[in-house]
């Protein structure tokens, strides 16, 4: 569906667009192609949406102390090894508190 001026509908939300990327992505995808998707069809400044890439990191501990307003249960970003993100998994990728992986 389009919507007037050629736009499609956005998601309600900063997170909820970033999630519905990168499942349409496969699940796996660079910041930067993330970030482009999202600013393509969403309203929000480019800061915002880094910045919400950064909150909803589970793994980054500094993500902790600067955005303690997203709980643990809103983050759903994985940063990988290769700097690309992915859906977090906790099976898949371990238990992690305040950033850092719990054994």
């Not at 992505?25 to 600013?39: C, D, K, P």
């Not at 303690?68 to 700097?83: A, E, I, K, S, W």
Request: charge should be neutral.
């Amino acid at each position: 569906m389009v919507i007037m001026g050629g736009r499609r509908p956005e998601a309600e939300t900063c997170p909820a667009a970033l999630h519905a990327a990168l499942v349409k992505m496969g699940s796996r995808a660079s910041a930067q192609t993330l970030f482009e998707y999202v600013r393509r069809y969403g309203h929000w400044t480019d800061s915002h949406i880094w910045q919400t890439i950064f909150a909803h990191s589970v793994n980054i501990p500094s993500s902790y102390h600067l955005h303690g307003l997203v709980t643990p249960d809103q983050r759903f970003l994985f940063l990988r090894d290769d700097g690309n993100y992915e859906l977090y998994d906790p099976s898949w990728h371990g238990k992690y508190i305040e950033g850092k992986r719990v054994l």
